[in-house]
T-cell receptor, first 109, second 113 residues
């Protein structure tokens, strides 16, 4: 079992819709949880990170972590075509990052 | 200028050839990492280095070696390339005080024929 599970299925949404992405993890040592965004032919860039459980909001993006259920979520409000990218969730513990497989998101104008 | 650079950006090589991928950073970070990314498998850690004298294997180090020539430089070598090493390779860095936050380079696309 991978430490971070992310259903890699692509997601297409119309512009303005809410995008909801989810991951689960198995390593109880994880204290930090990240979302990276990766545009085609580019390296991943850190989008948001959360320490322990709770919510964090940054503009149109909200990250949620529920450590009791080992669940990580990312919500994108008022999605834009420029949000079209692959989104990778990750957990940090034991001196390393463990990534999910990534979700490709396409926002259709 | 980019904080984390990788060379080459694209490379085609043949089975059995030795190849080196290079990474340089201007962020002043102590920690550097090499990952590979494959469709359907995500990012997997190959090697990581906490400083020039500290190098550690990741989850998929077989067939790879690394060299940390300086704080700012971390190279990945494939001693004898094989086709299943065809992948996208990323270098990343992090600061010891914020080790959970990693910054990635633009990647090297490697094709082994």
């Amino acid at each position: 079992q991978k430490e971070v599970e992310q259903d890699p299925g692509p997601l297409s949404v119309p512009e303005g819709a809410i995008v909801s992405l989810n991951c689960t993890y198995s390593n109880s040592a994880f204290q930090y949880f990240m979302w990276y965004r990766q545009y085609s032919r580019k390296g991943p860039e850190l989008l948001m990170y959360t320490y322990s459980s709770g919510n964090k909001e940054d503009g149109r993006f909200t990250a949620q972590v529920d450590k009791s259920s080992k669940y990580i979520s990312l919500f994108i409000r008022d999605s834009q075509p420029s949000d079209s990218a692959t989104y990778l969730c990750a957990g940090y513990g034991n001196n390393r990052l463990a990534f999910g497989k990534g979700n490709q998101v396409v926002v259709i104008p | 200028d980019a904080d984390v650079t990788q060379t080459p950006r694209n490379r085609i090589t043949k089975t059995g050839k030795r190849i080196m991928l290079e990474c340089s950073q201007t962020k002043g970070h102590d920690r550097m990492y090499w990952y590979r990314q494959d469709p359907g498998l995500g990012l997997r850690l190959i090697y990581y280095s906490f400083d020039v004298k500290d190098i550690n294997k990741g989850e998929i180090s077989d067939g790879y070696s690394v060299s940390r020539q300086a704080q700012a430089k971390f190279s990945l070598s494939l001693e004898s390339a094989i086709p299943n090493q065809t992948a996208l390779y990323f270098c990343a860095t992090s600061d010891t005080g914020a080790q959970e936050t990693q910054y990635f380079g633009p990647g090297t696309r490697l094709l082994v024929l």
